[in-house]
């Protein structure tokens, strides 16, 4: 059974930084893709960022330059450091991870970030 263990979240002071893991468990083959997914109270699930197996990355244009997504496909963990958080970073962030169309979801870790 596919398990996704997230971990690294936190408050912070805006302008820190903040880096979350995420470890998948439970296949034999690495993920097409992971990711990270936010929701703030209130909002919808937003995508982050993916990375796919071979590297290729996408950022929501809100994260871009300011956070980067990469992952260790030997150990199935993808990771996203945050950097100049803002306020507006404030949520609870979600690791995906895609074999085929299965998809699969983290619990969630919160991100605050204080002004």
């Known amino acids: 059974q596919v398990q996704l263990v997230e971990s690294g979240g936190g408050l912070v002071q805006a302008g820190r930084s903040l880096r979350v893991s995420c470890t998948a468990s439970?296949?034999?083959?690495?993920?097409?893709?992971m990711g990270w997914y936010r929701q703030a109270p209130g909002k919808q699930r937003e995508l982050v960022a993916i990375i796919t197996r071979t590297g290729t990355t996408t950022y929501a244009d809100s994260v871009k330059g300011r956070f980067t997504i990469s992952r260790d496909n030997a150990a199935n963990t993808v990771y996203l450091q945050m950097n100049s958080l803002k306020p507006e970073d404030t949520a609870v962030y979600y690791c995906s991870a895609r074999w085929f169309s299965a998809l699969y979801w983290g619990q969630g870790t919160q991100v605050t970030v204080s002004s």
């Open positions: 439970g296949s034999a083959f690495s993920p097409n893709d």
